[in-house]
T-cell receptor
Framework: TQLLEQSPQFLSIQEGENLTVYCNSS?????LQWYRQEPGEGPVLLVT?????EVKKLKRLTFQFGDARKDSSLHITAAQPGDTGLYLC???????????FGAGTILRVKS | GAGVSQSPRYKVAKRGQDVALRCDPI?????LFWYQQALGQGPEFLTY????????KSGLPSDRFFAERPEGSVSTLKIQRTQQEDSAVYLC??????????????FGAGSRLTVL
């Protein structure tokens, strides 16, 4: 059983559309992170959210941490082909230093 | 170097062979993590070091997997008697503690292992 459930698993959209990726758990996390991974490379950290209810913006990307620190979302506005990649949510459990990942969302943005 | 370096980038092994995968972390990073990633999936935690101490090895799939970091810097992941199900990308990450209190991980590009 995956500790972090990520949805959708795959998303194919047209350039200019908006999208949201969800990351849910029954466990509480001390912090939650979002990564983006390109083929043949390691994941690259996009953002870390630490406080329940926290919202962070990174250009066209908006990240939200749930009030109870059990879930998070990533919203992309006006997606571009350069946004194509594997998006991963990952969280540090309240106790310990193990970073656990969701299964990932493969995003394809068509021009 | 500026980033986390992993070698070899690609390794093909015959079933039953032993392999060793190396990770050179960012200088000064105390924590080091190993992950296993299947194609199109999220990384699965294998083990975690703080300096030379292996604090968590709960993700190692069997006793054929062994990791070490003897001097608190370079780490090696060793897989004995490789099996086909060991085929995956093995990712290494090193981290520092941000002022927010969260660990900030930097990943290497990974070592892709194919077991024939």
């Amino acid at each position: 059983t995956q500790l972090l459930e990520q949805s959708p698993q795959f998303l194919s959209i047209q350039e200019g559309e908006n999208l949201t990726v969800y990351c849910n758990s029954s466990s509480v996390f001390s912090s939650l992170q979002w990564y983006r991974q390109e083929p043949g490379e390691g994941p690259v950290l996009l953002v870390t959210v630490v406080t329940g209810g926290e919202v962070k913006k990174l250009k066209r990307l908006t990240f939200q941490f749930g009030d109870a620190r059990k879930d998070s979302s990533l919203h992309i506005t006006a997606a571009q082909p350069g946004d194509t990649g594997l998006y991963l949510c990952a969280g540090f459990l309240e106790y310990g230093n193990k970073l656990v990942f969701g299964a990932g969302t493969i995003l394809r943005v068509k021009s | 170097g500026a980033g986390v370096s992993q070698s070899p980038r690609y390794k093909v092994a015959k079933r039953g062979q032993d392999v060793a995968l190396r990770c050179d972390p960012i200088s000064g990073h105390v924590s080091l993590f190993w992950y296993q990633q299947a194609l199109g999936q999220g990384p699965e935690f294998l083990t975690y070091f703080q300096n030379e101490a292996q604090l968590d090895k709960s993700g190692l799939p069997s006793d054929r997997f062994f990791a070490e970091r003897p001097e608190g810097s370079v780490s090696t992941l060793k897989i004995q008697r490789t099996q086909q199900e060991d085929s995956a990308v093995y990712l290494c990450a090193s981290s520092y503690l941000a002022t927010s209190g969260a660990n900030v991980l930097t990943f290497g590009a990974g070592s892709r292992l194919t077991v024939l």
